[in-house]
T-cell receptor
Framework: GNSVTQMEGPVTLSEEAFLTINCTYT??????LFWYVQYPGEGLQLLLK?????DKGSNKGFEATYRKETTSFHLEKGSVQVSDSAVYFC?????????????FGAGTRLAVHP | GAGVSQSPSNKVTEKGKDVELRCDPI?????LYWYRQSLGQGLEFLIY????????KSGLPSDRFSAERTGGSVSTLTIQRTQQEDSAVYLC???????????????????FGPGTRLTVL
């Protein structure tokens, strides 16, 4: 079946450190890939997306590249800030029965300290 | 405009009681989704509505769970005879009309509400 696996947290970093959160997927067909972020006390928000192989999604300094050969979509940021502290979810979308069904990873909590 | 809203934001109930969770989608969004976020389990899909009908109920964990949607707008998720394992955050999302074309389909972004935290004692 379709699934998403992401690295377990929590990830604790100092401000300005480099961030990588690993995400791999298993899917039949041609999924689109997403990173969602959940800031403390807020709802889930779409952070970035990529719809086909080799696409790079980017937003707010975060980037992720759709790697079909390794079935991965790792999230990276060159210099994290305290305000990036949140839970990050990798997800894939399958076009199923006429609608988009989101399948999420377990989430990775990121804590950034000054 | 207003985003997806959910009520209550927190609900504490005793084991065996019934609970109702409400979702108000973004106006004009015909697709509505319920997800459950359990500690250590990530987000799991529960049910999808297109208009008032639910073509995919495959994620509902047991027959104690049901959902309805009226007027193509508000949705209610009902959990009967709650159990401690039902404790979780229940998230609602809405999006524009269902996808009708494309191999992977154009993605209609799902907008999420803040969730209802359910605690079953």
């Amino acid at each position: 079946g379709n699934s998403v696996t992401q690295m377990e947290g929590p990830v604790t970093l100092s401000e300005e450190a480099f961030l990588t959160i690993n995400c791999t997927y298993t899917a039949t067909g041609y999924p689109s890939l997403f990173w969602y972020v959940q800031y403390p006390g807020e709802g889930l928000q779409l952070l970035l997306k990529a719809t086909k192989a080799d696409d790079k999604g980017s937003n707010k300094g975060f980037e992720a590249t759709y790697r079909k050969e390794t079935t991965s979509f790792h999230l990276e940021k060159g210099s994290v800030q305290v305000s990036d502290s949140a839970v990050y979810f990798c997800a894939l979308v399958m076009f199923s029965g006429g609608y988009n069904k989101l399948i999420f990873g377990a989430g990775t909590r990121l804590a950034v300290h000054p | 405009g207003a985003g997806v809203s959910q009520s209550p934001s927190n609900k504490v109930t005793e084991k065996g009681k019934d609970v109702e969770l409400r979702c108000d989608p973004i106006s004009g969004h015909t697709a509505l989704y319920w997800y459950r976020q359990s500690l250590g389990q990530g987000l799991e899909f529960l049910i999808y509505f297109q208009g008032n009908s639910a073509p995919d109920k495959s994620g509902l964990p047991s027959d104690r769970f049901s959902a309805e949607r009226t007027g193509g707008s508000v949705s209610t998720l009902t959990i009967q005879r709650t159990q401690q394992e039902d404790s979780a955050v229940y998230l609602c999302a809405s999006s524009l009309a269902k996808v009708t074309s494309g191999r992977s389909g154009p993605y209609n972004e799902q907008f999420f509400g803040p969730g209802t935290r359910l605690t079953v004692l």
